[in-house]
């Protein structure tokens, strides 16, 4: 990594471990491309001993505003992974949101060769189950409306937490009429039908699988990924209850 690189990663970590935020003023030119915002996720997972070396981080996020854009994606801390019904009163968060999405999991061992040839219709195929989730959204940037995106993408796409709900099978579902609820704190319920950013959550499995791939690495089965929020970024608070259902698929509840 590059000087400036490696600094932006060393902030980074320093922010995790004292639970505080920074000015984004000072690195917003330290990042050129994803590549580098890329090496700086690893770096800080790498310091911060979320995952086992040389194997494949279990759960991720990824997905992006719709299908003409690039898409992100960030491999998520364990610690911070867990099932229905959740409470995060023992994690520091500092500005807080809420994200309803649809996770998916691998049935299958993924290699690179694999990964490489996937086209969107057949990606499909390799998915195993599907789950309710909501990924609690934070940022170790002070003003995150103003960060460069690269500077998000560094921190994790600006990841907090995650809940998933209970595994169903994968099956064929019209993503263009599934309703989402969504209910924080004592604010009224968001409904939403058919508001996935990608119109099918599995649409970025190869996009993905590449991704996860690219250092010569193979997805095992079991593998989860979260595919993008129906209900944009809602704010909470601490201690906020939570619950979000997708109609005939799931549900979860959590407090942050």
């Known amino acids: ?3 400036s690189i490696t600094a932006l990663a060393d902030a980074l970590i320093a922010a995790h471990r004292s639970n505080r935020t920074l000015d984004a003023a000072p690195w917003t030119d330290a990042l050129q491309d994803a590549t580098q915002a890329y090496e700086v996720q690893d770096a800080v997972a790498t310091a911060l001993g979320w995952f086992q070396s040389g194997t494949v981080p279990g759960c991720w996020k ?13 491999p998520l801390p364990p610690a911070g992974v867990r099932q ?7 994690l520091a ?17 993924v290699t690179p060769a694999m990964a490489a040839k996937l086209d969107h219709n057949d990606a499909a195929s390799l998915i195993d189950a599907m ?11 002070q003003d995150l409306p103003a960060t460069p995106a690269l500077l998000r993408l560094a921190d994790s796409q600006v990841h907090g937490a995650l809940v998933l709900g209970e595994w169903q099978p994968y099956a064929a579902v019209d993503w263009a009429s599934q309703r989402c609820e969504t209910k924080v704190g004592n604010a009224a319920i968001v409904v939403r039908e058919g508001t996935h950013p990608l119109a099918d959550p599995a649409w970025l499995l190869p996009i993905w699988l590449r991704h996860v791939t690219r250092h010569g690495q193979t997805a095992p089965a079991g593998t989860v990924v979260t595919t993008g929020s129906w ?3 809602l704010p909470c608070r601490r201690g906020d209850q939570v619950t979000a259902e997708f109609a005939g ?6 407090i942050v």
């Open 1 to 3: 990594m590059t000087p």
């Open 84 to 90: 229905s019904p959740a409470n995060f009163d023992d």
């Open 131 to 141: 789950a309710v989730s909501v990924e609690i959204v934070d940022s170790r940037w």
């Open 93 to 109: 968060f500092h500005i807080p949101g809420i994200e309803a999405e649809i996770a998916l999991r691998l049935g299958k061992d």
């Open 249 to 254: 698929i799931g549900a979860v509840r959590l």
């Open 231 to 233: 209900v944009g970024v």
């Open 62 to 74: 990824s997905g992006g505003g719709s299908r003409d854009v690039t898409l992100t994606h960030a």
